[in-house]
């Protein structure tokens, strides 16, 4: 719809500055007519629903608004205009351009349908932000304490206390990169809570309204790192990302320590409430399955694991004679790793059996795994619906994204469902 919208628009101003220069007039109040038009039209088009009003038009109907009223300001005034050849170019380019930076949310992330969950609960949302006086926030440069946001979904009429699933993001991810996946699960009766691994997520939105981005540090280092597979492990790798874990498995045990308590201590009618803390769940994506997979070494009370696509860095104990050394303790609780077909191969070829995850899966008192042929690396994030330009020039397959993404949540909730609502064997191929 962005893409038809900005070619309609470009070939209105096309049409004009053909129109201008051929009769070297410059038609202001024709333009302002149409100008306000366009605007009526946009209204309409809104308000009958022919067009979905969202964030993505923001932009557009603040250019049209403008116009307008400038339009509006002609017509009063009618003042005569004097043509100039170049005045009228530099217009047309210009509104050209203002168009396209309009359109561009619109193009870049047009309009889609989420996947419509298939449990019997009604979702409910909460957002918390809790700081944790335990610890100096790394990233901040005034010294404070390190805060986090904390995203809920969970089953609004659930009559019985509900298992407790916790989400970590990839380095690129933010709160909300798996939103059809909390949905799934919370309407089949899950409590969910994904945390924003404040500067480590591309964005965070505390419960003040703030808004926190990456550092551009890691976002940069992050990026050199992703080629770690082609030049091999080196010891400043393994430094550098045991630096991140130590942040963000301390960032999950904090988060997970004040659901615990918030759930002993407030009313029945809460969100917390709600919490069965017998029956705990973690899982996460990339860099956040990482620290999904340690929190289920480093807690007695985390039940289940699910990896997705992710490298369990927290396996990796020492670097010695050029190489990472590898934990030999047998991984202690159910582990399901979900792999992007790509990065099975490519960790197959260059690691072999000695990778982290298939060392651990080798070990684990329960472990699981499948390979999802034809995707990538994000399509098991939201994504690739949300915005399929950006998704492709990141890291997606070839495989369809909503099936793949309805797919995998339905991987995710059944391998929870077995283990942590004791269901049976886990439907994993």
């Known amino acids: 719809m962005g893409i038809l919208i900005l070619v309609l628009l470009l070939a209105l101003e096309t049409f004009f500055l053909v129109w201008s220069l051929k009769?070297?007039?410059?038609?202001?109040?024709?333009?302002?007519?149409?100008?306000?038009g366009l605007l009526a039209l946009f209204v309409v088009s809104v308000a009958t629903g022919l067009l979905d009003w969202s964030f993505r038009f923001a932009a557009l109907s603040a250019v049209l608004l403008i116009q307008a009223v400038s339009g509006i300001v002609v017509l009063v005034r009618?003042?005569?205009?004097?043509?100039?050849?170049?005045?009228?170019?530099?217009?047309?380019?210009?509104?050209?351009?203002?168009?396209?930076?309009?359109?561009?949310?619109?193009?870049?992330?047009?309009?889609?349908?989420?996947?419509?969950?298939?449990?019997?609960?009604?979702?409910?949302?909460a957002r918390h932000t809790?700081?944790?006086?335990?610890?100096?926030?790394?990233?901040?440069t005034d010294g404070s304490n390190r805060s986090l946001t904390v995203e809920f979904w969970y089953p609004e009429q659930a009559d019985e206390p509900c298992p407790l699933v916790v989400f970590s993001h990839g380095a690129f991810g933010f709160?909300?990169?798996?939103?059809?996946?909390?949905?799934?699960?919370?309407?089949?009766?899950?409590?969910?809570?994904?945390?924003?691994?404040?500067?480590?997520?591309?964005?965070t939105?505390?419960?003040?309204?703030?808004?926190?981005?990456?550092?551009?540090?890691?976002?940069?280092?992050?990026s050199e790192l992703n080629g770690t597979h082609e030049t091999g492990n080196t010891e400043d790798t393994y430094r550098t990302t045991q630096e991140w874990m130590q942040l963000r498995t301390a960032d999950a045990h904090f988060v997970l320590d004040t659901l615990l308590a918030q759930s002993l201590q407030t009313p029945t009618d809460s969100l917390f409430s709600r919490i069965d803390s017998d029956k705990i769940g973690m899982f996460g994506h990339s860099l956040g399955g990482a620290t999904a997979a340690q929190l289920g070494r480093e807690r007695t009370d985390i039940d289940a694991v699910i990896v997705l696509d992710g490298t369990m860095l927290g396996e990796e104990v020492d670097f010695k004679d050029g190489a990472v050394v590898l934990n030999e303790e047998p991984y202690p609780v159910p582990l399901l790793n979900v792999y992007a077909q790509d990065h099975y191969e490519s960790s197959l070829a260059f690691d072999g059996e000695g990778y982290d995850n298939f060392h651990a899966t080798r070990?684990?008192?329960?472990?699981?795994?499948?390979?999802y042929l034809g995707a990538g690396h994000l399509n098991?994030?939201?994504?690739?619906?949300?915005?399929?330009?950006?998704?492709?020039?990141?890291?997606?397959?070839?495989?369809?994204a909503r099936v793949?993404?309805?797919?995998?949540?339905?991987?995710?909730?059944?391998?929870?469902?077995s283990i942590l609502q004791d269901t049976g064997a886990p439907a994993i191929e």
């Not at 009769?23 to 306000?36: F, G, Y």
């Not at 939103?179 to 699960?185: K, W």
């Not at 939105?205 to 992050?222: E, I, P």
């Not at 070990?363 to 390979?371: D, F, K």
């Open 23 to 36: 009769t070297r007039t410059p038609h202001r109040e024709e333009k302002a007519i149409v100008r306000i």
């Open 78 to 125: 009618k003042r005569e205009a004097t043509y100039r050849t170049r005045k009228t170019v530099t217009r047309f380019a210009g509104n050209s351009l203002v168009f396209v930076f309009a359109l561009s949310l619109a193009i870049v992330c047009p309009p889609f349908e989420m996947p419509v969950p298939t449990g019997d609960y009604a979702i409910g949302t």
């Open 130 to 140: 809790w700081t944790d006086s335990t610890r100096v926030d790394p990233f901040a």
């Open 175 to 203: 709160s909300g990169s798996n939103l059809s996946t909390f949905r799934e699960l919370a309407s089949h009766g899950f409590v969910v809570a994904s945390i924003g691994h404040t500067y480590q997520a591309f964005f």
């Open 205 to 222: 939105r505390d419960t003040s309204g703030t808004m926190t981005f990456a550092d551009a540090a890691f976002l940069q280092r992050a």
């Open 363 to 371: 070990g684990a008192m329960e472990a699981y795994e499948t390979v």
């Open 380 to 400: 098991f994030t939201d994504l690739p619906l949300f915005s399929p330009l950006l998704a492709d020039k990141l890291g997606v397959g070839t495989t369809d």
């Open 404 to 417: 793949c993404i309805e797919t995998v949540n339905g991987i995710v909730v059944s391998f929870f469902d």
